[in-house]
């Protein structure tokens, strides 16, 4: 079969919503991956790359399996010039970033994959590209920093008959009518636009997109029930059809919404489902999770290599010894799980024990120093870090995102080349080493305490000790305790 032949069934199966042939047929394309392969050959590999990070990212909503895909894509598309390639990868990676709270890279991708394809008057990716992005960035209130994009696509020459063409010029011109402040005409041009939204595939997204942008423009001029009433069709879509990013992102400007029409009940829910939505976004990864995926698949093949040995019992003594065999193997296997389980929980308690005690330790002593042989200099070097560490075990800067090491120079006086060499030759760490120290500290006092593990998520608890993204606070935690904030509360709750 060739690579053309693979792709078109893939992408027939995705379409049909058969996701294991459709990933089927795109991994044989990938497996043909080869340098030496011409031009279009190596097009068509650097698609199936791309529409396999698409299944994982949209579809199965698991980010992390998609985004080697979708980088590899990237790298071919740029190396061997594949606007397709360039264009599919990046603004699939730019929605990844996006979800990861990146900004400035999910803005630069989508404006790389964009001017792609304007140069290459690629009508369907100027189309998919720019909705995406125009949707970024009215959700974090900076159109502004899209303002040439906008300017370009208002004046793009789109084919008569490029689906979502006429939408997109529409689109682009009420984001020219935001940027000049005038919100309520925005929205007057969106809303009779919705007919033209004529997308070849995907029309229940590119629905919730248009129907959150027109909420958007509606609570920005004033009007708040229709903003939300749009808002909510937009919400309802993206509910119905399986797309968790899009409805983490409507519910939080919809709970923006209800707090500016004063309806503090109706924001508090919707901000709540906004927090628990995105909570689940990015908890695809968890380490049981996946092992009781694991665990399912022994099994199950376990049960059919016994259900068949049965099915030939008759024929064959020899298969009444398989069966036995199979299911004493599918016995110890469940034995070892449990075991393997018990082995996990308890290993988990023992970290957050001694966690907690290395808390209580940090809250009495600022730092403990490792001994290493005199320096000539040491004398000049320990008044410098008792100076660091004060300022960093009282100052509540260090709790702040923008914490950097020329502001604790600035806290303490002390030059920042000073502040570097004494931490690293009196402790061999570096500061964020004892910033992440500190923030984890307070965190597990948090995660800890049951009124505040109930009253916050964890979320805002990685934003309270200076975490922008719940995965890097997660990432973090775990480094320092062994546990992830998930287990380190449930731990919390069992009684000691």
């Known amino acids: 079969m060739t690579l053309k032949e693979l792709n078109g069934r893939g992408w027939k199966s995705i379409r049909n919503n058969d996701l294991d042939s459709a990933a089927a047929f795109y991994a044989i394309s990938i497996s043909r991956y080869s340098e030496s392969l011409p031009r279009d050959e190596m097009e068509r590999v650097g698609i199936a790359f791309v529409n396999t990070g698409y299944i994982w990212l949209f579809i199965r909503n698991n980010p992390e399996q998609a985004y080697p895909f979708l980088n590899t894509a990237l790298s071919i598309g740029k190396l061997h010039d594949l606007p ?42 100027v189309t998919m590209t720019f909705i995406d992005m125009l949707s970024l960035a009215a959700t974090n209130d900076r159109l502004d920093d899209i303002r040439r994009e906008i300017a370009t696509v ?21 984001a020219q009518q935001m940027l000049a402040g005038k919100f309520a005409d925005a929205a007057a041009l969106l809303e009779v636009s919705t007919s033209l939204v004529d997308p070849q595939y995907d029309r229940e997204r590119y629905l919730a997109h248009h129907w959150f942008l027109a909420g958007f423009a509606n609570v920005r001029a004033g009007n708040y ?11 309802r879509m993206a509910a119905e059809h399986g797309l968790p ?21 109706s924001a508090h829910i919707t901000r709540y489902d906004a927090l628990r939505i995105r909570d689940s976004l990015f908890n695809t990864g968890k380490y049981d999770v996946i092992k009781d995926l694991e665990s399912e698949a ?59 005690e290395l808390v209580a330790v940090r809250d009495s002593a600022s730092m403990e120093r490792k001994d290493k042989s005199p320096r000539n200099h040491k004398e000049e070097l320990e008044p410098v870090l008792e100076k660091v560490t004060e300022a960093i075990y009282s100052s509540p800067e260090v709790f702040s995102p923008d914490f950097s090491l020329s502001r604790l120079s600035e806290i303490t006086g002390i030059k920042t080349q000073l502040i570097s060499q004494a931490i690293a030759e009196l402790t061999d760490k570096n500061l964020s080493s004892l910033v992440a120290e500190r923030r984890i500290n307070k965190a597990c006092r948090l995660l800890a305490d049951p009124e505040s593990a109930c009253r916050l998520t964890v979320e805002s608890i ?22 992830t904030p998930t287990e380190f509360i449930r731990q919390a709750r069992i009684a000691p």
């Open 225 to 235: 029930r229709r903003g939300i009433d749009c808002l909510k069709i937009s919400r």
């Open 298 to 356: 022994v099994l199950s093949k376990m049960k059919k290599e016994i259900t068949d040995a049965r099915a030939r019992e008759e024929k064959s003594r020899t298969v009444v010894l398989v069966v036995s065999v199979a299911a004493a193997v599918a016995l110890a296997l469940l034995a070892l799980l449990l075991f393997n389980n018990r082995r996990l929980k308890a290993s988990n308690r023992e970290l957050f024990v001694k966690n907690m």
């Open 245 to 265: 990013d899009m409805a983490q992102t409507v519910c939080a400007t919809l709970g923006a919404a209800y707090m500016a029409a004063d309806m503090p009940d």
């Open 84 to 125: 397709a390639v360039k264009i599919g990868a990046g603004e699939n990676l730019a929605k990844i970033y996006a979800d990861y709270n990146n900004y400035p890279r999910a803005v630069s991708l989508y404006s790389e994959s964009l001017n792609e394809a304007v140069a290459r008057n690629l009508d369907w990716g």
């Open 462 to 483: 990685a934003e309270s000790v200076g975490y922008k993204s719940r995965t890097h606070f997660s990432n973090v935690f775990k480094t320092h305790t062994g546990l």
């Open 154 to 174: 208002a004046g793009y020459d789109f084919d008569a008959e490029a689906p979502m063409g006429a939408y997109c010029r529409a689109a682009a011109r009420a």
